[in-house]
């Protein structure tokens, strides 16, 4: 798991795959090494990237037999990116996940408006923003905008 | 085939062609916002297809790989619903197409992860509810922006409803195949998804001031695998390059 924690999320390379949970165990297989992964959203691109990028590393590492499974179940969730991995992505300027807003299929304003949530500019820490789209430049991420500094962020959706 | 490949074939046909239809926007979307809306849109599709398609296989037993499935079938063994292989028309055509869709995938999605018999099934609609409660909350929202919007994107939207409204009856449809699984409780009786989508429906198009149209009639085939003409336009571009070269990788 250790040889993990460095290989980066190719689209995302300030956070390991260990960081955002998608390795879920290592475990010897008499002398096979077997990784499991799962899959953040089902049709992640960079899925194949990440499979390519954990062998390569443990190959690096003198392990020759390596076999990786892949898990979806129980489904990836961002409530398993822990809060030094958040705070990186923050730093980053990506602003984390805010757990416990996850689409349920109503049509209501999580992130917006009295009482509910608010996504913070991760370059003012304004909570003036807005959603400029429900997609951003992967499928984990939405795009907003901070009307304070006025720049353009990632927010990681909650899922 | 059993009933259970059957389903998993139904279910990642609607999502393969569906994703296969909104992907081509890509590049082509009225704002480069709506552009990788729709393009996420299309992979969350696409890669929920490799779940159900490689169930299929696996339950088939033949050898046969998700990419075997989509790519090596021709259009009479395809079961996806007529409605997602209509034609993308304009912008407010695709989005309505997207809504009427998400509204019944999102609460099938729900039922089959949280009351399917058949653990494989539960797990990938389990994995697949999230993204898909994400869809319809996006083209909910579209729906009434736009309906409820400008003269011009009202007129398009009503268009866009009648255009596709007779599409809409297949997904509630119930054949001998329907049967046997709701009997086994691996899937819901196709009909029993119907109220809930009504009120569901009905509620958006209110709120987008669009009118429900009064018409009924169904048309029906594509769960059997009598389809559009537009099908085999759809297999010849998505297939070309598997068939034509043969084991082809990156």
Known sequence: MGWLAEVPDPEIPV??????????????????LVVTITPTYSGCPATS????????????????????????????????????AREKLRQYGIAPPIDGTAADGRRVARLLGEGNARVECPRCGSANTAEVSRFGSTP???????????????????? | M??????????????????HRVSEWCGHAPVLEEDIALANTALDLIGQTQMWLGLAGEV??????????????????????????????????????????????HPMLKWLSENSAEKRVAEIAEKAVREAAYHLERSADLVIRLGDGT??????????????????????????VDGELADA?????????????????????????????????????????QHAEHLGHILASMQFLPRAYPDARW
């Open chain 2, 2 to 19: 059993s009933a259970l490949c059957e389903f998993a074939l139904r279910m990642g046909d609607n999502t393969l062609i569906l994703g």
């Open chain 1, 49 to 84: 990237v990440i499979a390519f990028e954990i062998e390569a590393a443990i190959r690096d590492h003198g392990v020759d037999n390596v076999r990786l499974e892949n898990q979806i179940s129980p489904p990836w969730s961002t409530d398993w990116i822990g809060p030094e």
């Open chain 1, 140 to 159: 984990c991420k939405a795009a907003w905008r901070c009307n304070d500094c006025l720049e353009p962020f990632d927010y990681f959706k909650c899922i």
């Open chain 2, 60 to 105: 088939e037993g033949n050898g046969r790989t998700a990419d075997h499935l989509a790519y090596k079938r021709d259009a009479w063994d395809f079961r996806n619903v007529l409605l997602v292989e209509r034609p993308n028309g304009d912008f407010g055509q695709t989005l309505m197409r997207q809504f009427l869709f998400d509204a019944w995938h």
């Open chain 1, 15 to 32: 956070v390991s795959v260990v960081d955002l949970g998608i390795v879920r165990d290592v475990a010897f297989d008499d002398d096979t």
């Open chain 2, 185 to 225: 409780g691996v899937a819901p009786d196709p009909a029993a998804m119907k109220p809930g989508w009504d009120a569901l429906v009905g509620d958006v198009l209110a709120e987008a001031t669009l009118a429900v149209p009064e018409n009924d009639f169904a048309h029906k085939g594509g769960r059997r695998g």
């Open chain 2, 151 to 176: 003269d011009e994107s009202h007129r398009r939207m009503q268009d866009a409803l009648a255009y596709h409204w007779t599409y809409t009856g297949e997904m509630f449809e119930a054949d001998a």
